[in-house]
């Protein structure tokens, strides 16, 4: 089965995901794209399905969920870096986390949901630093449980996961204006961008899959 994060913030049920699923069409937000048929292994939500949502009390772990974007590229790990490479059937993907903040009253308003993002093996979260005046996405040994209960939302954490359609973005809460990307080339670090639409696709498909 799969999930996806409605616009109320809530995570609700759609279709079947699995290796030997067929694929579905994604189209990205950004015009101009044509669509493409996810890896395999994904097969994309219906458009307008309705399911009993997840509370956000309810949620006492966090959802996997698998990545791929319009270049039919999926994230790996290599040592600390997600690195963004073409899908094929001998590519693993990193299996990724997400959980949404208990706390989106304090954020910004119609940006989308405030979520945490990490990966599972090993256990790390992404987050977003000032390094010489500039933000980088990277990676930290982190329990994301442990970002959920803080008492108030941790920003370096956390992304706005904004949905269009079937393609997702993520905007880093700490640096408005900042959106994870990935280069149109493959084979390329996972980062965080302002050059929309330009040499780094912002546009994902993004599918959370029954844990």
Known sequence: MAHDIGADGRI????????????????????????????SYVQSLPPKAIHPPVEHEAMDCPRPAVVSDWNQQVWILQGQTLVA????????PVTVTIIPCKYPEFLEKDKGIPIYLG???PEMCLYCEDIGGKPKLQLKEQNIMDLYHQTEPVKP???????????????????????????????????????????????FGFTVLQA
């Open 85 to 92: 490479v073409p899908w094929s059937n001998s590519v693993v």
């Open 157 to 203: 954490f956390l992304f706005y996961h904004d949905q269009k359609g079937r393609a997702s973005s993520f905007e880093s809460v700490a640096f408005p204006g900042w959106f994870i990307g990935s280069c149109s080339n493959g084979s390329c670090p996972v980062i965080i961008t302002q050059e929309l639409g330009k040499i780094y696709t912002t546009d």
């Open 12 to 39: 609700h049920t759609s279709g079947d995901v699995g290796r030997g699923s067929g694929p579905g069409p994604f189209m990205p937000a950004s015009s101009g794209h044509p669509a493409f048929s996810a890896p």
């Open 119 to 121: 990966i599972k093996q």
